[in-house]
Each structure stands twice: as structure tokens, then as C-alpha cells.
């Protein structure tokens, strides 16, 4: 079955920064895009970004341009958040999952990693 396992979050200060890690199984990895989203306390799941199959192409939502970074690996089906010049607003549980343009393609979700951003 389709199984993600997220892993890396932590305290961070802000200004900090963070390497977040997404361990994929149960499908071809390789032939998928993935996304990165996150959910803030009290709020609704947002998507991060996203990088194509190949990772030649990333998108990202205007609150972390510039900021974050996504790669894979794909002879590790591991995607990963590289978190730069943490801010308060990005404390959440970040999760991710194979997408189709903006909208996750599996409902099994992992367990997510907590940020917590705090001086």
C-alpha cells in the first residue's frame, strides 16, 4: 500500500533552518510529481510546493519563495524541504504526497513532522 514517512522537523529559531525528509513506498515514485504541505495549528492543509517526476520543475506557494527548497531522490523514493530563514508562520505539521497539479493524489496520508518555530 502507498506509505509516507516524513521525518526531520523539530525546535527551530527563527531565522533557522531545517532539512525535512519524505520516505515513499507502494507506488513508482519515480513517476510521479510530489508536494509538500502543511497544516498550522488550528488551520487547514496548504501545499508548500511541489517538484515534477524528474525534478526539473518546482513551484511554490508565495509565503515560502525564496525560502524553501524541494528536491528528490529518486533512487531513494525520498523527496525532500529544505526550510531556510525559518518564520514564525511556518510552524505546522508538514506532510507530503504524490500530486496532480496542486491536489494530492492519495488519500493515505503519513504521520507528518512537526516544525515548531521559537526563539
Known amino acids: 500500500q502507498v506509505r509516507f514517512v516524513e521525518s526531520g522537523g523539530g525546535l527551530v529559531q527563527p531565522g533557522g533552518s531545517l532539512r525535512l525528509s519524505c520516505a515513499a513506498s507502494?507506488?513508482?515514485?519515480?513517476?510521479?510529481?510530489m508536494g509538500w504541505y502543511r497544516q498550522p495549528p488550528g488551520k487547514g492543509r496548504e501545499l508548500v510546493g511541489s517538484?515534477?517526476?524528474?525534478?526539473?520543475?518546482?513551484n511554490y506557494a508565495d509565503s515560502v519563495k525564496g525560502r524553501f527548497t524541494i528536491s528528490r531522490d529518486n533512487a531513494k523514493n525520498t523527496a525532500y524541504l529544505q526550510m531556510n530563514s525559518v518564520k514564525s508562520e511556518d510552524m505546522a505539521v508538514y506532510h507530503c504526497?504524490?500530486?496532480?497539479?496542486?491536489?494530492?493524489?492519495?488519500?493515505?496520508w503519513g504521520r507528518g513532522t512537526q516544525v515548531t518555530v521559537s526563539s
Open positions: 507502494g507506488f513508482t515514485f519515480s513517476s510521479y510529481a
Open positions: 504526497n504524490a500530486v496532480l497539479s496542486t491536489r494530492p493524489l492519495f488519500s493515505s
Open positions: 517538484i515534477s517526476s524528474g525534478g526539473g520543475i518546482t
